[in-house]
C-alpha cells in the first residue's frame, strides 16, 4: 500500500489547481452550510471538496460522534449516507482505518474484505479501490475519509498523495475547530446556570432565611412582623418564577431520527443489556420532546451500564394528551462518587425538563432497583 511523504512543499490537484485554489473551494463550500442545513451538511461538504479537489468518485466521512458516543459515518458525497446510517463499527471494524491513523499516511486497498460489517454494505464496496485518509491533527486522531477511486484514474502521484494527506489535516482542525465552539457554548451556558444559582441564593435563599430567622423565635409575631414575613414570602416566589422562567442555559441538540430509532440504536450500543420497550408506543413522544426523550433514555441506559452493572431496563411512554411521561427503571442502583445518585447528565436533564414546564425525577424507588421519571404537561 503506497504511503504518503509529508513535505513541506505545495501541491496540484490532478486538475492544476493551485492550493489557494484548494482553499477557495473548500471556503466557499463549508460558507454554504448555515442554520436550517441538513445535520450531516457540513461533513457532507468536506467529502465533497475531497472528491472535486482529487480522482475521487464518492466518499464518506467517518469519525466518533460525542453525542451518540460511537464512531459513525456523520457526511458523504457521491452516496446515500443513509447506506451507512445503522453501521456499527470501531477502530479495529476497519483494519486499514487503524493502520492509516496509527502511520498517519494515506493507504489504498482494493474492496473490504476484511471490513467487519454486513454482509450488504461489504459487497457494495467489493472490487472498488478505497483509498482510506487519516483525520489527525495536533496528536488528535479525529476519523477518516474512506474514497473511492475512479476506475480509469492513473495511479495517485506523490502529490496527488500529499494533497490528499493535506486535507486530512485540514478536515481535521475544522472539525475540532468546530467542536471547540461547541465547548464555548458549553462553557457560556454552565455560566448561565452558576449566575442563576447565584441570582436564587443572593435574593431567593436570603429573603427565606430572613423569615425562618423571624418565625423560629418562641414568642408569637404581632400583626406588623406577620405581614412583613407575608411580603417577603411573596417576594421571594416572585423573584424565583422569574428567575424559572429565564433560559437555563441546557438544551439537547436537535434531532432527526426518531425515539424508535434512537432505541434500537442503543439496544446495538448495549448488546449485553436487555432494554424492553413495556408500555405504550415510541409514537407518543411528542415532536418538542424528541430530543429531551432521547437525551434522557441515552443517559439513563448509559448510567445502568455503567454505574448500576445493570441486567436489563424496563422503558415505559405514556401520553394521554395532557401529559407525557418516559419511565426508566432498571435493577441495580448506580453508585456515584457524590453519594447523591444522579450523575451531571441527568441533573442537566433535569434543568430542560423545567423549561418544557415539566419534571424530571430519578432514585430508588425500592432496594436494588433505579428509576428515572420525565413528567411533562402536553396540554393538547
Not at 502521484?157 to 467542536?179: F, N, P, Q, Y
Not at 429565564?246 to 432494554?275: C, D, Q
Request: charged share 25%; hydrophobic share 45%.
Amino acid at each position: 500500500m503506497p504511503d504518503t511523504l509529508p513535505p513541506a512543499r505545495a501541491a496540484t490537484t490532478d486538475a492544476g489547481a493551485s492550493p489557494i485554489e484548494v482553499l477557495e473551494l473548500m471556503s466557499d463550500l463549508l460558507l454554504g452550510v448555515g442554520e436550517g442545513s441538513p445535520p450531516d451538511a457540513f461533513f457532507s461538504s468536506l467529502c465533497e471538496a475531497i472528491c472535486r479537489l482529487t480522482s475521487m468518485k464518492r466518499a464518506v466521512l467517518v469519525r466518533y460522534d460525542p453525542t451518540r458516543r460511537r464512531v459513525r459515518a456523520v457526511g458523504a458525497h457521491g452516496i446515500e449516507l443513509e447506506v451507512f446510517a445503522d453501521l456499527f463499527v470501531t477502530i479495529d471494524s476497519v483494519p486499514v482505518a487503524r493502520e492509516a491513523l496509527a502511520r498517519d499516511r494515506i493507504l489504498e486497498v482494493d474492496g473490504a474484505a476484511d471490513f467487519k460489517v454486513p454482509a450488504a454494505v461489504r459487497e457494495l464496496l467489493e472490487g472498488v479501490r478505497i483509498v482510506c485518509t487519516p483525520m489527525a491533527a495536533a496528536g488528535r486522531l479525529v476519523g477518516v475519509v474512506l474514497s473511492e477511486r475512479l476506475p480509469d484514474a492513473p495511479p495517485m502521484d506523490e502529490d496527488g498523495r500529499h494533497l490528499l494527506w493535506t486535507l486530512g489535516k485540514a478536515i481535521a482542525m475544522a472539525s475540532v475547530a468546530r467542536e471547540v465552539t461547541a465547548y464555548d457554548e458549553q462553557s457560556r451556558q454552565l455560566q448561565q446556570r452558576i449566575d442563576l444559582a447565584r441570582e436564587i441564593h443572593e435574593g431567593v435563599v436570603q429573603r427565606l432565611f430572613g423569615v425562618s430567622l423571624a418565625l423560629s423565635h418562641d414568642e408569637l409575631l404581632d400583626a406588623d412582623s406577620q405581614a412583613r414575613c407575608a411580603q417577603e414570602v411573596q417576594t421571594a416566589l416572585t423573584d424565583l418564577r422569574t428567575a424559572l422562567m429565564s433560559p437555563l442555559g441546557h438544551a439537547s441538540r436537535p434531532t432527526t431520527v426518531t425515539f424508535a430509532e434512537e432505541l434500537e440504536r442503543v439496544r446495538a450500543l448495549y448488546p449485553e443489556l436487555e432494554i424492553l420497550l413495556e408500555g405504550g408506543t415510541a409514537e407518543e413522544v411528542p415532536a418538542s420532546l424528541e430530543a429531551l426523550a432521547q437525551s434522557i433514555l441515552v443517559e439513563a441506559v448509559r448510567n445502568a451500564h455503567k454505574h448500576a452493572r445493570a441486567t436489563f431496563v424496563k422503558v415505559t411512554l405514556r401520553n394521554d394528551g395532557a401529559t407525557f411521561v418516559l419511565e426508566l427503571r432498571n435493577d441495580g442502583a448506580p453508585i456515584h462518587n457524590d453519594g447523591q445518585g444522579g450523575g451531571v447528565g441527568l441533573r442537566l436533564a433535569t434543568f430542560e425538563a423545567l423549561q418544557h414546564d415539566g419534571v424530571l425525577e430519578y432514585g430508588e424507588p425500592e432496594p436494588g432497583a433505579w428509576q428515572v421519571r420525565l413528567v411533562v404537561p402536553t396540554g393538547q
